[in-house]
């Protein structure tokens, strides 16, 4: 990649780790600020990605007289009003970071979500090769996260966005055939199997299916408690939590996952109730071949933490989650039961 760039004056900055920290990120404003940056470039995974859209972000925060801190942008959810313009090599389909303006930093155990439109990468390059390279860890969380942020804008009620929900539905089914290949040693090689998680990954959150419809998110933001306080894997909390949510809110996403179960894994038989077990239980299968936990005592994690997460989601005021906002603290104390 440096070839690419012998035309163009560039410095390196290096050390983004995965959930990217306010403490690291900010280090770079020396860079920006001495050198005269006028670009970045974000080479790697999600959390670079994430991270360098908060660096080009904070290289113009301003602030106040009294407060010119750019953990503001977060913490007071402040519009941001410019930035560096940024674009993305990446080396880790998951988040689809490279193709929307959303970013999550974390700062003394508080994972904060943030979104522009000014910090969308203004071009992605996306080679499924550079992925051969990753760990099993690596990609069972890619296809993990990938699949619940389609849920998330999928798995609520119906409003007729035939299109939004067959583009969803593609996904699902696609991310459910490939994404074990990509562990299995006699397919785990094969480039088409990465570039169609890879592609997945990317069009899960790049706002096409989001457009229009109902979204949930409960999963991600009691998923993001879990990873500021206990330190999991983002796709970790996803897939503990998403089950869970699935059987708490069944009443509500009635339709949707009777169509879900009909349409992603073709369950014909059986009344109404059981088929949208059949399909749980499926979800639930299938991020186990992905390797990933589904239950918090998978995690070390019992009853006893619960109190901690709900004083968290109360303490950042998510206390009316999912797409009819009735999930409350008691619901996602609920969901959290329902985990264990
Ligand atoms: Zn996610």
């Known amino acids: 990649m440096s070839d690419a ?30 050198e005269n940056i006028d670009y970045l470039l974000a080479v790697g995974g999600g959390s670079v990605v994430d991270g360098a859209k908060f660096i080009a972000a904070a290289a113009f925060y301003e602030g106040d007289n009294e407060d010119n801190d750019p953990w503001n942008i977060l913490a007071k959810r402040q519009t941001i009003t410019k930035a560096l313009p940024l674009s993305a090599i990446l080396t880790l389909p998951a988040t689809g970071s490279e193709s929307n303006g959303n970013f999550v930093v974390t700062r003394h155990g508080n994972k904060l979500p943030c979104s522009s439109p000014l910090v969308r990468p203004l071009f ?82 790049n706002g096409l299916i989001g457009a229009g419809v109902p979204q949930d998110w409960s999963t991600h933001m009691i998923g993001h408690e879990l990873t500021g306080a206990f330190g999991i894997d983002h796709a970790r909390t996803l897939s503990i939590v998403l089950p869970a949510v699935m059987k708490v809110c069944r009443e509500q996403k009635h339709e949707k996952l009777l169509q879900y179960a009909t349409r992603v894994w073709q369950i014909n038989e059986g009344d109404d109730s059981n088929r949208i077990d059949q399909a749980i239980l499926l979800t639930e299968q299938f991020f186990e071949q992905m390797l990933v936990p589904t239950r918090l005592s998978d995690v070390n994690l019992g009853s006893d933490d619960i109190d901690l997460i709900i004083e968290r989601l109360q303490q950042r005021g998510m206390t009316a989650l999912g797409e009819k906002r009735n999930i409350t603290l008691a619901v996602s104390r609920e969901i959290l039961t329902q985990a264990l």
Not at 24 to 31: D, E, G, H, M, V
Not at 130 to 148: E, K, M, P, W, Y
């Open 5 to 34: 760039l012998t035309a163009h004056t560039w410095f390196e900055f290096s050390g983004i780790e995965p959930n990217p920290t306010y403490d690291t990120l900010i280090k770079a404003q020396a860079i920006i600020k001495s």
């Open 124 to 205: 992605a390059v996306l080679d499924p090769s550079v992925t051969l390279s990753l760990s099993d860890r690596q990609i069972g969380n890619g296809v993990v996260d990938a699949f619940v942020h389609t849920i998330e804008q999928y798995l609520t009620y119906s409003v007729n966005g035939k299109v939004q929900d067959r583009f969803s539905e593609g996904i699902l089914q696609t991310l459910i055939e490939e994404g074990p290949k990509a562990l299995l040693p006699a397919t785990k090689e094969n480039l088409d199997v990465r570039a169609n998680i890879m592609w997945s990954a990317t069009m899960a959150l």
